[in-house]
């Protein structure tokens, strides 16, 4: 089986690819070809040295996405993307990227089909970004996507586009809108959701973090881990259970930053939390406010999605990830 | 006040013209200039010769839109669109007419803005075929967007095209996703929802009409009438009103086909009812099942939208309008 990962440099795409070579047939056969692409060359795993062909690409630039689809893969993971903060501050590189770049793609493959039938997985990496304020207290899966950023109207967007290539025979796609991803291995960035992670993350290495806003605030979280089993499960699903409808929020956990603190404090100790210093921002405060925080994924967990139940355990995933086991 | 029509050669479009022809300051403001542009070159009213530059034009070409933003109407009405089933037939035709000209449109004015402000209002005509079954007994104004055609995809990315370029601030836009409208003047044509017209403005004409499915069969309309009204009343609307969610599910009667014909007979007699021809047709049948059949259109109505409320006047305005006021 060929496999193609686009934004195979990216944190979710890099842990794709090294569960993919750490646990062979895990999409049912063996992967015997990989091409790995991201705007800069991904990294490959040791295991996948022999079969994977690393590349540096702009999905978006002409030919790239032809390239791609020429050489017919069957499962197409595809998570590039430009982030929120940039797609709101540059207009035209986020529409080019997140709407045109995955455009081409889907019409490479429509493409590619017309000359002798291809027509293979397709897994989107969408947001709940798609999802703007005001809210219901659980989103339920047949909430309308109304986005209040331009990321959130691209991965709409790019959702509309996927349903209507698999309802017309060109790919079977799934799309799956990724809950904010927790604990974020790495340093702490600049991302005003950045925090959520680096309460967490930070003290469990003996350092000190940033909390900007207060801890009755809520949202919704899954580990790095439950996210790479997300595309892993949607790889293989039998779609016809999914009918016309392709776009499927997936399971998370719906937890107060003061939830988070606690589980830290159950984990780690009182000497973790004491690490976390309270610098209210009003300006995040406010962002965060506009944010979901709770749904109702039943759709997905129908199907077999899962994530975490505890922040206790999404804490111990991160320990045992990256930390080697031990904190 | 500059208005600029696209789409003015069609019936609703044509209708709108002549509407802001027949009563001056309709808009608030005299109109002083009428850009008229469709694939044809639009009729222009008696009363507008002066003022009025018809086109013939295909939005999607290059140059085009960029023509019509240079000319910097304060007002855009964009109606043009490739119909349902010609965007099914033909998928490279639907998405470059219909996604690609809409979005050349909204970029040219976004471009136009960069060298000296201009946020012109643009009214956009979307469909109820942005939603695809299985629905809810009445579709509500949260409810999500599912296409289950390529023109319904294409309306859907335009909505969110058009929200997320009037919160940039590059215009000032809103959506009306128009109910199916009744009774259309002309000819009896092949759409699937031709009968809907048909087995009303045929026998109001002393001619036989088909019905080729049963009595039972619910569907969600507005007159044309209504259409204009629709239009005019969003091109002046208060958007602080509205705030971000700029697509709203137009008011219409929810009816049966039983109730068409009920409504015929009160209007125009058995004689008139004797003329539909019941001849079942499966595939038009199976076609109109999967539209939906009535909606809760509340947040329209709170602003002021308004149809009608009974077949009876749906035929009466048709009589109105078409007939010379009598059969």
Redesign the interface.
Known sequence: MHVLVIGAAGMVGRKLVERLAAEEGLLGVGVSRLSLVDIVEPPVPAAFTEIATPMAMDLSAPGSAEKLAAARPDIVFHLAAIVSGEAEAD?EKGYRVNLDGTRALFEAIRLEGQTEPYRPRVVFASSIAVF?APFPDRIGD???????T?YG?QK??AE??L??YS??GFFDGVGLRLPTICIRPGKPNKAASGFFSNILREPLAGQEAVLPVEEDVRHWFASPRAAVGFFIHAATLDLSRVG??RNLTMPGLSALVGEQIAALKRVAGEKAVKLIRHEPDPTIRAIVAGWPTNFDARRAEGLGFAAENSFDDIIRIHIEDELGGAI
Chains 1, 2 share one sequence.
Do not use: V
């Not at 047949?142 to 209040?148: D, I, R, V, W, Y």
């Open positions: 207009f703007g047949e909430f309308f996507a109304t986005p209040l331009s109207t709409a967007i509309l586009l349903s209507d309802r017309r016309p409808r």
